[in-house]
């Protein structure tokens, strides 16, 4: 019953008491990244959401656009601003994703949302992490997150959608927390971003 009903208003109600709070943090970090990125403190893209319907999510951008002599942007390390990596670093980049949350495209709890490209490479297994919405965090992000394998992290994905419960979720928002605090799986070991997904 709380997966199909109450994880909906459970979502809802934190996700506008957490965009009160946090307003004026939105603000400032808004402010900082509009001038260290142009003009464009955010960041827009298309992922796939519940059964795989696409949206667009909505974070807070840490990358310049910087391209090469060629027209080709940057590696992802060299395009990192400094505000950009403490907005990270801190996880504050996933803030206005509150707002993906609101409108019902987002769960606070659930899969990370991974980009469209990454569908026909699933094995039905791995598919099974579009049967819940996508998460801000979730059960591989707080064991693990970006320092973990592809493998591991679709083991730990699926594992959530068997075992969705308020207790789980909680559980996980305060894990989340703790994990914010320390900075742990920010990264992939030697890289500013994960390594993509071949399958």
Avoid: C
């Avoid at 603000?27 to 960041?43: A, D, E, R, S």
């Avoid at 730990?156 to 207790?167: C, I, N, P, T």
């Amino acid at each position: 019953m709380y997966k199909n009903y109450f994880k909906r208003l459970f979502d809802f109600t934190a996700a506008l008491v957490g965009i009160v709070l946090l307003s004026p943090v939105f603000i400032l970090v808004m402010i900082g990244l509009y001038f260290t990125n142009q003009g464009k403190p955010f960041f827009f893209q298309l992922r796939p959401g519940l059964n795989g319907v696409i949206f667009k999510i909505v974070k807070f951008k840490t990358m310049n656009d910087k391209k090469d002599t060629y027209r080709n942007l940057l590696p992802d390390a060299e395009r990192l601003t400094k505000i950009g990596s403490f907005v990270r670093k801190t996880s504050l980049d996933e803030l206005p994703q509150l707002l993906n949350v609101i409108v019902g495209d987002m769960s606070l709890i659930g899969p990370r949302p991974l980009l469209p490209q990454y569908r026909d490479l699933y094995s039905p297994f791995q598919n099974r992490r579009h049967e819940v919405k996508p998460g801000i965090t979730g059960w591989a992000q707080v064991n693990g997150r970006n320092a973990i394998s592809w493998d591991k992290k679709f083991e730990l994905d699926v594992w959530y959608v068997d075992h969705v419960s308020l207790g789980l979720d909680i559980k996980i928002l305060f894990k989340t927390i703790q994990k914010v605090v320390k900075s742990e799986g920010i990264n992939a070991a030697d890289a500013a971003t994960i390594e993509p997904f071949n399958g």
